[in-house]
């Protein structure tokens, strides 16, 4: 009797398909690889219909697998968006609602629960989740890595052409070459050493981001006279001409380059097959569109970003999706792909279904959010918005801002917000946002209108977990944290 009771179980379980699917796949779960270039619109990629740009690895990555026409950042500025990313969570709840601030050590990422399965994971690149002077930017081991074990990361620096970074030890190491290419080095001696271990593996690129520019091979590729500027782009917006969207292309013909090197690597490990790549970015960039510059706006050109998901194994090859993909949700689709529970905090969708070839069915719109503002691009207000597969409404606390309707306007150059024959719309997109503000927990009154990222306040001097910690400590330190 008792070895019959023994073998009760697991026979039946084999009878069950989809713990017996999982049973025999729980040995070897997928890999997964992401790919976070910082700044890198949506729009500016071949695949996606740029005209200049040219990104031949990444059209050939999307081919091979799915791409998510429609990806877009909750909140399209660095810090936050990098920690919606890892713990699938908006920003108000996992505590990054401005850039520079700390995640707390007490947040659950992706990397800590993948780990807690059995995966060796890496981080590469620019971290910007750790607070506080961004330079010299060692992230000691800990807590403050956030569940990754290999190393090679700074905390912020756009110093492109000569990268600066850490391992293990705060001895910094310089090296004078672009900084994909010491990226991608570093990402390749990760994948040598994965010896069947499943990985996940985040590799964080500086560029696109201002300064825009790229190894003299690429510039000369994009001539400024030549580049093929977006119907709103306004010409004589400092920093965002001519010259600054060719060496924009340029950096991002040379990522892709990168981008490459890293997936012929993987091949060659025989790694590709098992490995789930996604590359997307953190937000976008304005480049002179509307007659704006960088992010944290709610146009197209801030909001959209990459989305190219590729798995072998288990994703079909070429197609394509207008489903609704935001940050939010990656966490979630990655550890739903690898069979992993989602946790409940996670607040996104998971959109594996959709990834798979299984459904379209998404989201019915996207949630944006800007807490505080930044006079430093322009951005003078904390905003909410919306975007539907066919309307973006964004408002303010005091009202309407900005309203599109993208199918006859997709570039977005008639602004219906105050427009009486589009107020039907208009409502309709305000009982959706004041929706997702109720269900995700938001308040205007998490908005500050202290601006604590103009002139680097909250990475100046010291380290914060809230604004509200800011606060405090500049009303004691007054000569330190200037009012103006
Ligand atoms: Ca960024």
Request: glycine share 8%.
């Amino acid at each position: 009797m008792k070895t019959i009771a023994k073998f009760a179980v697991p026979l039946a379980a084999l009878f069950v398909a989809s713990p017996a699917t999982w049973a025999a796949r729980a040995d070897r779960r997928p890999n997964v690889l992401l790919f976070l270039p910082d700044q890198m619109r949506g729009q500016a990629l071949g695949c996606m219909g740029d005209p200049d740009v040219r990104t031949p690895h990444l059209d050939r990555l999307a081919a091979e697998g799915v791409l998510f026409r429609n990806t877009f950042a909750n909140t399209p500025v660095c810090c936050p968006a990098r920690a919606i990313l890892l713990t699938g969570r908006y920003a108000h709840k996992n505590g990054m609602v401005a850039n520079d601030l700390r995640l707390r050590e007490s947040a659950t990422t992706l990397a800590e629960i993948l780990s807690g399965h059995g995966y060796r994971t890496g981080f590469i690149g620019k971290w910007h989740l750790d607070g506080g002077p961004r330079l010299p930017g060692f992230v000691p081991p800990g807590p403050r890595r956030q569940g990754f074990q290999f190393w090679a990361a700074n905390e912020c620096s756009h110093t492109h052409f000569a990268p600066v970074y850490f391992r293990d030890t705060p001895q910094p190491i310089a090296d004078n070459r672009f900084e994909p290419e010491v990226w991608t080095d570093r990402a390749i001696e990760f994948l040598r050493e994965a010896k069947g271990q499943p990985f996940f593996l985040e590799v964080a690129l500086g560029p696109p981001h201002d300064p825009y520019g790229a190894p003299e091979t690429y510039m000369k590729r994009y001539e400024p006279a030549k580049v093929a500027v977006r119907p709103n782009w306004v010409e004589g917006v400092p920093g965002a001409g001519r010259r600054e969207i060719a060496a924009y292309e340029a950096a991002i013909n040379a990522v892709d380059d990168q981008v490459g090197r890293l997936l012929a690597a993987l091949r060659e490990l025989k790694l590709d097959d098992d490995t789930i790549v996604l590359f997307t970015s953190d937000h976008g960039d304005m480049l002179g569109s509307h007659g704006q510059r960088l992010k944290r706006k709610p146009w197209e050109e801030s909001i959209r970003v990459p989305g190219i998901l590729r798995y072998p194994a288990r994703i079909p090859a070429g197609r394509q999706t207008d489903t609704l993909l935001s940050h939010v949700d990656i966490a979630p689709t990655l550890l739903s792909l690898c069979g992993i529970p989602v946790p409940k905090q996670m607040q996104g969708t998971d959109l594996s279904p959709v990834a798979l070839g299984q459904s379209t069915n998404g989201p019915d719109s996207v949630f944006f959010q800007i807490f505080v503002p930044f006079a430093g691009d322009g951005t003078p207000h904390p905003w909410r918005g919306i975007r539907t597969p066919s309307a973006v409404y964004a408002r303010t606390r005091s009202g309407p801002w900005v309203l599109y309707d993208l199918d006859k306007d997709p570039f977005e150059q008639t602004n219906l917000a105050a427009d009486p024959a589009h107020a039907a719309l208009r409502e309709q997109l305000e009982r959706q946002l004041a929706g997702w503000m109720t269900r995700t927990g938001d308040s205007w009154d998490l908005n500050s209108l202290e601006p604590v990222e103009d002139k680097g306040r909250l990475y100046r001097f010291e380290t914060f977990y809230t604004i509200d910690d800011y606060v405090q400590w500049a009303a004691k330190h007054p000569e330190l944290a200037p009012r103006d």
